[in-house]
């Protein structure tokens, strides 16, 4: 390798259900109309280990890959052509471990500036770094698809996961009234966050629809389950007006609960803008929106507790998949 190159560490996805090995390579080099962001920290999702595993053809990742699709750092360096970001300039986005875009779990990353936002003022780098992927995701459902306005009454399903406790504070924010299915356990996380919390272990769908709506149904359900919950959700929506969003409708499911009540349904693919690059400035538009809402005091992203860095990557992956984390996990690439 050349002695003049500059060199970065990196964690690198060789083979599927392999471990991630740490690297040098060279840094990349900024284009005219991108950005070079020293990371600090990389926020992690079950997608991650869903590509490390093999099991995830939609994300369409080619290797060997660098992953992590979210990252939160300093602007090191700025294309000729980039009118809106500066050196030393705090960002945060869902920018690449997709596809064949390299991701986050490395010291630098060279982005699409389309994909980035100043990250709030009051987040901390590790917060930051665990906003991007769940709240744009959550908004394209709310705001996006089922245009979600006050005097509404929202049901989350899985209002203490990732996307749940994002979705659960943008309706607060947009003065809706929340509902979420939760486990005992998190009952008190959603309150906290504003909810109603539904235990969906002892309550049937036909229960929780006539205590909350009067029988009437909920104007807006998100679900962020898949499976026998998005069947569910087909049944706890309102007539007529109501409107299903998923953001894990994958499976084979019957439309017709949801056609009998002559509701709408959408999904939500977060990753399409960055594996077509069709719809990037958006994802830049959402962020902006999560850095107002955290900076008025009314956005908190759950992380959890436990460090990590490249070399314990690994590590990270089996929190994650086995689900014992309270909150996101995220990984410090440098920690000042």
């Known amino acids: 390798m050349d002695d003049n190159k500059i060199l970065m560490k990196a964690a690198i996805l ?10 040098e390579l060279e840094r990349p080099s900024v284009g005219d109309h991108q950005v070079l962001v020293r990371l600090k920290a990389s926020g992690t999702n079950p997608l991650d280990v869903k590509i490390s595993s093999g099991n ?5 990742v080619e290797l060997p890959a660098i992953l992590g699709i979210d990252l ?6 700025v294309g000729t052509l980039v009118p809106n970001f500066k050196p030393g300039d705090e960002v945060f986005g869902m920018t690449g471990g997709v596809g064949n875009i390299p991701g986050s779990l490395a010291e630098y990353a060279v982005v699409d500036p389309d994909l980035i936002a100043v990250k709030p003022s009051n987040f901390t780098m590790k917060e930051a770094a665990a906003t991007p992927l769940v709240f744009i995701t959550a908004w394209e459902g709310l705001v996006d698809r089922a245009k979600i306005h ?12 990732g996307v749940g406790h994002m979705a659960v504070q943008i309706a607060k924010a947009f003065g809706a009234t929340v509902f979420a299915t939760v486990s005992e356990k998190h009952q008190q996380t959603v309150e906290a966050l504003g909810a109603i919390a539904i235990n969906y272990k002892k309550e049937t769908v036909e229960q929780y629809v006539n205590a909350s709506t009067n029988g009437e149904g909920f104007d807006i359900v998100y679900d962020t389950v898949g499976g026998t919950t998005l069947d569910n959700s087909f049944q706890a929506v309102k007539k007529y007006t109501g409107h299903v969003v998923s953001c894990l409708g994958w499976g084979t499911h019957s439309l017709a609960p949801l056609s009998f009540r002559a509701a709408t349904y959408s999904g939500v693919f977060t990753l399409l803008p960055l594996l077509t690059g069709i719809g990037r400035a958006h994802h830049g538009e959402i962020l902006r929106e999560a850095t107002k809402l955290a900076e008025e005091g009314k956005l908190k ?4 507790h436990r460090n990590f860095s490249l070399q314990t990557i690994d590590e990270a992956h089996s929190l994650l998949k086995s689900g014992r984390n309270m909150g996101k996990v995220v990984v410090t690439i440098f920690p000042n």
């Open 14 to 23: 060789e083979t599927h259900q392999s471990p991630l090995k740490v690297l």
């Open 72 to 77: 939160a750092g300093a602007v090191e360096s």
């Open 301 to 304: 992203v759950l992380v959890d």
């Open 56 to 60: 995830a053809p939609h994300a369409k």
């Open 150 to 161: 006050a005097g509404q009454k929202v049901l989350i399903h899985g209002g203490a996961g």
